[in-house]
């Protein structure tokens, strides 16, 4: 259990995100100081200071930290461009900086790491700043690319039924990130972050149906032809194939699971059921 210091203002980056949006309310619960920068900040949660930026030209950013002691800097760019400048602007006003990174950050920093994160990391550890990476696994949230088919049929057309995948309720990300906001104890802290078990895609569609208390059925369709959606939906075909690659291989090998969650805040992570309760709304067909 960590002390609490006296931090000074937050700001939060991504404050109307799935994730920055649970950790505004959370923080200003804490009693916290908390600025949120957001191109519209009219959508910012209430309680919240709004201050309006854009992080791709960095426009009002040097002014969203000005008096900041604490970052929350959620990077919402597929590349690490232009976050050389953010840090720059940070260094200069703040203590430190929660990061929100993926668990696909290799451990070893000498292990080639084609993804944007791993380069966030290394700028940031380069900075005067202290930090704490919070090395997420896939979102419970990712599972709204499901919402219009179960709306519209009851069914969820995907492969790979039996992929079993540790997502994490975006709210225990928001709650470890308030912790590391908040105490000094997690300066240098490298957090991988998963939910509380590996569910199969099967159970995650079943647990939707059950928490909107409609059943939703799960038919499986060729790898092939899942391929040809992501494409159309315009993913770039060698990250389509690296994805169903993947997915593939957590029907033998689920997703590992952590205790990060529950070591860092005192409660257990919340279950993929309980994320689908608190989104049936999302799936609700006058969505
Ligand atoms: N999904 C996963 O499985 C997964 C796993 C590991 C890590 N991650 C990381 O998690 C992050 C996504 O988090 P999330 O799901 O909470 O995000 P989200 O719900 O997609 O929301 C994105 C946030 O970024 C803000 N944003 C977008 N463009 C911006 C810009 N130009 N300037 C300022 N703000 C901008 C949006 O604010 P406005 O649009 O309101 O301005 C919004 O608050 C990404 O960095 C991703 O790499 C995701």
Do not use: C
Request: hydrophobic share 45%.
């Amino acid at each position: 259990v960590g002390f609490m210091t006296d931090r000074g203002k937050i700001l939060v980056t991504g404050a109307t995100g799935k994730v920055g949006g649970e950790l505004v309310p959370l923080l200003l619960a804490e009693g916290a100081d908390v600025r949120a920068l957001a191109r519209d900040p009219s959508k910012i949660p209430a309680g919240a200071e709004g201050t309006p930026g854009d992080l791709s030209a960095l426009d009002g950013v040097a002014s969203a930290l000005n008096g900041v002691d604490a970052v929350f800097l959620l990077w919402p760019f597929a590349t690490a461009d232009g976050v050389s400048g953010f840090l720059d602007l940070a260094e200069h006003h703040a203590r430190h900086v929660v990061f929100l990174s993926s668990m696909n950050v290799p451990d070893d920093p000498e292990e080639p790491a084609p993804i944007f994160h791993s380069e966030i990391e290394r700028l940031i550890a380069r900075t005067g700043l202290s930090w704490t990476f919070l090395r997420a696994g896939g979102f419970a949230g990712n599972t709204l690319e499901w919402a219009p088919q179960i709306r519209e049929e009851g069914v969820v057309r995907w492969p790979f039924a039996g992929a079993a995948r540790s997502l994490i309720h975006e709210h225990d990300i928001a709650a470890v990130a308030a912790r590391a906001l908040l105490e000094d104890v997690h300066q240098g802290a490298k957090y991988a972050l998963t939910g509380p078990e590996a569910i199969t895609q099967e159970d995650q569609v079943h647990a939707i149906g059950e928490a909107i208390g409609r059943p939703v059925r799960w038919a499986e369709i060729p790898p092939g032809v899942a391929r040809e959606r992501l494409l159309a939906q315009g993913w770039d075909p060698g990250f389509a194939d690296s994805a169903l690659t993947y997915w593939a291989s957590l029907v033998d090998n689920p997703e590992p699971v952590t205790s990060t969650v529950e070591d860092v805040t005192g409660k257990p992570a919340r279950t993929f059921a309980e994320w689908a309760i608190d989104h049936a709304h999302d799936f609700a067909p006058e969505h």
